[in-house]
C-alpha cells in the first residue's frame, strides 16, 4: 500500500494520544462492525414489524435506543460474498470482481483492515468469512469454514496449519466467545476494529438446544403477499425460492419423517450431515422437540394453503429462535464493553450481509432488489458522535459506506477507489439528511444461473421510486427464455410491490428520470453488463 495514500489527523476535539500513566495510548475510536448473515430487519423488534413483536430482540433493541436506526440501509447486490467484498474494498460488485457466490476474493484488493493497520489499528475477523481465500488485513482471524455449521462448527484460525478444527457448541455463541477473548487478549494501548460476522440466521435455520421449543405456542402473522400470483412480473414468476415449491422436507423444514419426498438429493445429505454434528444428547433433545408437531403434520395430511401455512410458521418459529440467540450474544458484547469502559470510545454496527424474504411474495432467501432483500438492518451506536439518542436516520445509505466511515473514524484518507460515502455526517447531524447526500441508489445482481433461478437484474431507487431491469440469456429450465425486463414501483402507494406500473404512459417523466439516472451510474462506474 502506497503510504502517501495515508494520512493521519487529529480528529475533532479527540486527542490522538494520551499519556496517562506514562503510557502512550492511542485514543481513536474502537471499531466493531457486527454482520449477520441473512438478517431480516423485520425481526428486529426496534423495526416494528408485526413479527418481531410476537419475537421480540431487547438488546438489538438496547442498541437502536443507545444510537441511531437506519431506516433506508441498503445492499448493492443481495448476496453474501459480494456484500462482504463489498465492505471490504468500498466498491460495487462489478468493481471489485465478487459479483456472485464465486469465485473469491481478488486477493490485490486493499481492503479497508489493511489500511486500518497500516494506521495503527489491531484488526481481527470471526465468525464467517465466505471469500474463498486466506483472510486478509487481519491480525487475527478465526472463520467458519464456506458458510459454516451451526451445531459444533469448523473454524480455521492462523494456527491450524490451513486445517479447519472442530469446536464443541453452537455457533453464535462461540463466535461471541471467540470475539470477547480476543478482545480481552489485545494490546489496551491500540485502538481496535473487529468484524464479528455470525452464521445465523443463514438456511437451515438451526435453532440452539435451550431454544427449540421456544414460539411453539405463538402463531405468526402471515405476510399479505404469501399467495403472491407474480402478476406483471415475469422473474419473479420464475424463481426457484418459495416456501410452497422449493423449501425441501427434512433440510428446510426439519420433518426428518418426509425426507423420502424431497427430490433435490444434495439437501438431504446436507441436512444427515447437520445432524451427524451433533452429540448424542443433542440429537435427542432435537428429535424430542419436533416429533410431535411433525407426527401431528403427517397425521392431519394438510393440503393447498394450509400446508403452505404449515410451512411458513415452521419457517419463521425456526428463524426468529435463531435470532434470539443472536440477540442474546448481542446482549453479551454490550455487556462486556459497559464493563471495560469501552462503551464511549466504540462505534458498534449492527447489520446484515442482506435482507431477507419471511414469506414476502411467499419466498423464502434474497437475491431482488425488492424492498425485503434490498434493504438490511442497520443500527449504530457511537455516544461521541450520536448524541440525539434512539433517533432514526432515514437518509439512503448502502454497504458501500462501511469502509469510508471505519477510514473516517481512523483518521485515514478515503482513497479514490472507494465509491461510498462516510456515515459520520449523518451521526453528527442527528440523522438529518445533508442536502448534497446522495438521492438515488444503484443495485446490481448477477447470479444466474444458480441456485435459487433468480434473473440478473440491476436498477436504481430514490426511495420512493424503483425502476428494475431484468436482463440476459435463459439458461437450465429457462433455456431459451431470454428476458429484457423493466419493472417500476411507487413503493409510496404499492410498499408490497406488487403492480409494475411501467407500462402506465403517466409515469414516463419518472421512467425517463431514472433511466438517466441510471444510465449515470453505469457510465461513471463503468457497468459493462446490463
Ligand atoms: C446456500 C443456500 C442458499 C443461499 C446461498 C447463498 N443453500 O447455497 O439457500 O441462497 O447459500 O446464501 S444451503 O442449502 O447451502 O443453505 S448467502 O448468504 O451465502 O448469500
Ligand atoms: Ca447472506
Redo the contacts with the bound molecule.
Keep these: 500500500m502506497n503510504s502517501l495514500k495515508l494520512s493521519l489527523f487529529l480528529l475533532g476535539t479527540t486527542p490522538l494520544f494520551s499519556f496517562a500513566n506514562n503510557v502512550k495510548k492511542d485514543t481513536r475510536p474502537n471499531i466493531i462492525h457486527i454482520m449477520t ?2 438478517h431480516s430487519f423485520q425481526t428486529i423488534s426496534a423495526y416494528g414489524h408485526p413479527i418481531s413483536q410476537l419475537a421480540p430482540t431487547p438488546n438489538l433493541d438496547r442498541l437502536a435506543s443507545e444510537g441511531m436506526l437506519f431506516t433506508k440501509g441498503y445492499v448493492e447486490n443481495s ?3 459480494p ?1 462482504r467484498a463489498t465492505l471490504l474494498t468500498g466498491m460495487y460488485s462489478h468493481m471489485h470482481g465478487q459479483e456472485t ?1 464465486g469465485p473469491g476474493l481478488d486477493t490485490t484488493l486493499t481492503v479497508f483492515p489493511e489500511l486500518l493497520q497500516e494506521a495503527g489499528y489491531q484488526t481481527a475477523i470471526i465468525g464467517k468469512w ?1 471469500l474463498h481465500c486466506e483472510p486478509k488485513g487481519f491480525d487475527y482471524y478465526k472463520i467458519l469454514y464456506d ?1 459454516g455449521d451451526y451445531y459444533n462448527p469448523e473454524f480455521k484460525t492462523k494456527d491450524t496449519n490451513g486445517k479447519y478444527v472442530r469446536e464443541e457448541g453452537y455457533a453464535t455463541t462461540l463466535i461471541t466467545d471467540y470475539s470477547l477473548e480476543w478482545l480481552d487478549k489485545r494490546d489496551k494501548n491500540k485502538p481496535f476494529c473487529l468484524l464479528l460476522h455470525p452464521k445465523a440466521p ?3 435455520w438451526m435453532p440452539e438446544q435451550k431454544y427449540l421449543n421456544l414460539y411453539d405456542d405463538v402463531e405468526f402473522p402471515y405476510p399479505a403477499t404469501l399467495f403472491d400470483d407474480y402478476k406483471g412480473r415475469k422473474a419473479a414468476s420464475t424463481q426457484e ?1 418459495s416456501i410452497k415449491n422449493d423449501m425441501t422436507w427434512a ?1 428446510d423444514l426439519k420433518v426428518d419423517q418426509l425426507k423420502e419426498r424431497d427430490n433435490i438429493k444434495w ?1 438431504i445429505r ?1 441436512w444427515e450431515r447437520a445432524l451427524g454434528r451433533m452429540t448424542p444428547e443433542e440429537r435427542a433433545a432435537w428429535d424430542a422437540a419436533y416429533k410431535d408437531e411433525n407426527e401431528e403434520l403427517i397425521r392431519k395430511n394438510l393440503k393447498g394453503d394450509d400446508l403452505i401455512k404449515w410451512k411458513y410458521q415452521r419457517y419463521i418459529r425456526d428463524y426468529v429462535r435463531c435470532i434470539k440467540s443472536l440477540d442474546d450474544q448481542i446482549g453479551r458484547v454490550l455487556d462486556y464493553l459497559d464493563k471495560n469502559g469501552l462503551t464511549d470510545n466504540t462505534i458498534i454496527v449492527y447489520t446484515s ?2 435482507g431477507f424474504y419471511m414469506g414476502e411474495h411467499g419466498w423464502f ?3 431482488f432488489m425488492y424492498e425485503e432483500s434490498f434493504r438490511t438492518p442497520l443500527i449504530i451506536r457511537y455516544p461521541e458522535k450520536i448524541k440525539n439518542k434512539g433517533i432514526k436516520c432515514d437518509a439512503l445509505v448502502q454497504n458501500i459506506d462501511f469502509a469510508p466511515t471505519y477510514l473516517s473514524l481512523a483518521g485515514v484518507e478515503q482513497p479514490s477507489w472507494m465509491v461510498g460515502r462516510s456515515l459520520i455526517d449523518l451521526m453528527e447531524n442527528d440523522g438529518k439528511t445533508p442536502a448534497d447526500w446522495r438521492k438515488t441508489l444503484y443495485y446490481h445482481y448477477y447470479d444466474y444461473p444458480a ?2 433461478m433468480v434473473r440478473r437484474h440491476d436498477g436504481v431507487s430514490d426511495g420512493r421510486y424503483k425502476l428494475i431491469h431484468f436482463y440476459g440469456k435463459g439458461k437450465g429450465k429457462d433455456t431459451g427464455n431470454d428476458i429484457d425486463e423493466w419493472e417500476l414501483y411507487d413503493t409510496s402507494v404499492d410498499s408490497l410491490e406488487l403492480n409494475n406500473i411501467y407500462n402506465e404512459e403517466e409515469n414516463n417523466i419518472v421512467i425517463e428520470y431514472l433511466k438517466r439516472e441510471l444510465s449515470l451510474y453505469r457510465e461513471k462506474y463503468k457497468v459493462n453488463e446490463f
Design positions: 448473515d441473512d448476496l453474501s460474498a456484500s457466490l465466505h458458510q443463514h438456511r437451515n425460492m433440510y439437501t446436507d450481509d442482506q432467501d434474497k437475491r441456485i435459487h
